[in-house]
């Protein structure tokens, strides 16, 4: 089984910064988008952001100027910079990776972030 391992969530005070990193457990194959997602408290998962192989990205419009989102792909690990965190912003993140091809998609057990005012 494919395991995508998370890191970097937490417990932060509200204008504070966190930084999320995501890595495949094992070699997967050649990955084309990584992503972030994420589903707060009685909601459905959004999407937050997403990097393509090329290096273009995707921002959700909530979080544009604040996150950021950049790869290594040597390590096939995904990072969410998350700077000036607010409540809204709590929720529990899952990387995802979808690979070239195949469009395999992979998703990571999810890490909290809670956000206090």
């Known amino acids: 089984q494919v395991q995508l391992v998370e890191s970097g969530g937490g417990l932060v005070q509200a204008g504070g910064s966190l930084t999320l990193s995501c890595a495949a457990s094992r070699w997967i194959g050649r990955i084309n988008v990584m992503g972030w997602y994420r589903q707060p408290p009685g909601k459905q998962r959004e999407l937050v952001a997403t990097?393509?192989?090329?290096?273009?990205?995707n921002y959700a419009d909530s979080i544009t100027d604040r996150f950021t989102i950049s790869r290594d792909n040597i390590k096939n690990t995904v990072y969410l910079q998350m700077n000036s965190l607010k409540p809204e912003d709590t929720a529990v993140y899952y990387c995802?990776?979808?690979?070239?091809?195949?469009?395999?998609?992979?998703w990571g057990q999810g890490t909290q972030v809670t956000v206090s005012s």
């Open positions: 990097i393509a192989s090329d290096g273009s990205t």
């Open positions: 995802n990776v979808r690979l070239r091809y195949s469009q395999n998609e992979f």
